[in-house]
Nanobody, 115 residues
């Protein structure tokens, strides 16, 4: 059974940092690409960052230079380091894996950027 569990969200002031973590189980973790998505109130879910099995990364333009995605295959973990946070980064952040055309999601973790 595929399971993704996010953690690390919270309330942070503009300019601050957070590190999100996603623990994965129930699949051969190292062979799949992973992604972080976010969904703000009233908006569609959007891709924030992705990382392939060989650690190639891609980012949404809005977070380039501020966010860094990484993975630890031995620990079955994927991370999102978020720096220089802005109020517009406020959203629920979700971990994602696509296996044979099926998307799996975690429960999400809330990130709120506010003074």
């Amino acid at each position: 059974q595929v399971q993704l569990v996010e953690s690390g969200g919270g309330l942070v002031q503009p300019g601050g940092s957070l590190r999100l973590s996603c623990a994965a189980s129930g699949m051969s973790f190292s062979i799949y690409a992973m992604g972080w998505y976010r969904q703000a109130p009233g908006k569609q879910r959007e891709l924030v960052a992705g990382i392939t099995r060989d650690h190639t990364t891609n980012y949404a333009d809005s977070v380039k230079g501020r966010f860094t995605i990484s993975r630890d295959n031995a620990k079955r973990m994927v991370y999102l380091q978020m720096n220089s946070l802005k109020p517009e980064d406020t959203a629920v952040y979700y971990c994602n894996i696509a296996i044979r055309g099926h998307d799996y999601w975690g429960q999400g973790t809330q990130v709120t950027v506010s003074s």
